[in-house]
């Protein structure tokens, strides 16, 4: 599968942003699209994900700002981001798998400026 992310950029402290996500290729076995980020000297952390069915996982840190959703018809992936804050900043990859990320997109840069 290849997962082309697009949406990131610079935004203010407070400000959203929308990411996106499109699969290619072998898209008959995904059933899990996420998005987890990384940012400059930490670890790669998940950020949310969302099943075929609808259901989703939310790290605890974007409860409540973040809403990831899913077009299955384009087997699209987004990532609505509001109320950004500044430890936002990273860069956001796209996932694809089964029960869990298979496939790794090439990541977009979001940041936050205080």
């Known amino acids: 599968v290849q997962l082309q992310a697009s949406g990131g950029g610079l935004v203010q402290t407070g400000g959203s942003l929308r990411l996106s996500c499109a699969a290619s290729?072998?898209?008959?076995?995904?059933?899990?699209m996420g998005w987890y980020r990384q940012a400059p000297e930490k670890q790669r952390e998940l950020v949310a994900s969302?099943?075929?069915?609808?259901?989703?996982n939310y790290a605890d840190f974007v409860k409540g700002r973040f809403t990831i959703s899913r077009d299955n018809a384009k087997n699209t992936v987004y990532l609505q981001m509001n109320s950004l804050k500044p430890e936002d900043t990273a860069v956001y990859y796209c996932?694809?798998?089964?029960?869990?990320?298979?496939?790794w997109g090439k990541g977009t840069l979001v940041t936050v400026s205080s």
């Open positions: 969302i099943t075929i069915s609808g259901s989703t």
């Open positions: 290729g072998s898209i008959v076995s995904i059933n899990n």
């Open positions: 996932t694809a798998g089964f029960l869990g990320p298979r496939d």
